[in-house]
């Protein structure tokens, strides 16, 4: 007599082998699948805001803020996979991811080595914390600068010749050039301080902005609730006798598009109509999603809150 056996189609060895796991076996096995926080994204439910913080991959020129036990370490990556930063002299073991015999010794060591070995296994994070306040230096000087120290033997103090201060000063330079008194260049937010509101465009260059004003009146921009259109203008007839300086307040939180692209982006809205809303789609809003590509605004947040505030104060006075 002939023995006819089915194989059951589209199960894998390895899917018949969980089926045959108990039910104990195979939950412990999914949690094992699970990444871990030292190796691996983070892109499911509430800890997607974990793996944007911790696992945004770094570039050329990125200050990398590391959380050691006990202390953070600084460094700037400058690319392939390897940072620049300081170590504890040669002559000192480093135990895991301590660095206490630089601190004992006063003493640190400018060192390249591969990112994973500058963090053994704990969390870091792309941080380029004062990029909002200063215009960092051209990618190549920050990079070229911190070759160049390879080697050296630095004073190491805790509270001023620190690892952060180290990567600071390769970052922006000292002295400092600060963001809100320099020209603009092509990509920046401009913001603009009308008597009672701030308006805000983005600098295209050769003296030119694009933003959202109102159709056919000049570049006011700030009635709500109405259809405006996209136009590029030069800046000087934009500003008008009004104060204004480059505040690309966002860049120590997302991290910019690049420049060639905030600017073909820009200049592809003009002539486009726009649904003007002081709350939800406002002149900060436009200029903040060229940049970022995160439609934001510090104006609707405060006039949201005023407005809650407003409406508490006649409750509160009911009650």
Known sequence: MWKISIRS???????KLQQKRPRRCRQASRQWQRPCLGS??????PLADVNHLFFEEPEPGDMIE??????????????????????????FPRIGSSNMFMFL???????????????????????????HKFRPRPVNQIISSAKEMVGDTKTYEVIFDNSERF???????WPRCKMSGQDPIPGDMIEIRRPVYKHWVIYVG???VVHVTTTGSGSSGNHPCIMVEVKCERLQDVVGNDGYSVNNYLDNK???????????????????????NLLISNCEHFATEMRYGRPKSKQSKNAMAFMGLSMAVPLALVI
């Open 66 to 91: 590391i959380f050691h036990i006990g202390y953070k370490d600084w460094a700037i990556y400058v690319g392939d996979g390897y940072v620049i930063h300081l170590a504890p002299p040669n002559q």
């Open 105 to 131: 010794s006063g003493k640190a060591v400018v060192t390249k080595e591969p990112l994973w070995r500058a963090a053994w296994g704990c969390l870091r994070r792309v941080n380029n914390r004062l990029d």
């Open 206 to 208: 050769d003296g030119l």
């Open 9 to 15: 189609p589209g199960l894998s060895s390895s899917q």
């Open 254 to 276: 997302y991290r910019p598009r690049p420049t060639n692209k905030i600017v073909n982006l820009a200049k592809k809205k003009i002539g486009e109509t726009w649904r003007y």
């Open 40 to 45: 691996c994204s983070l892109a499911w439910g």
């Open 167 to 173: 990567a600071t000063n390769l970052r922006y330079g």
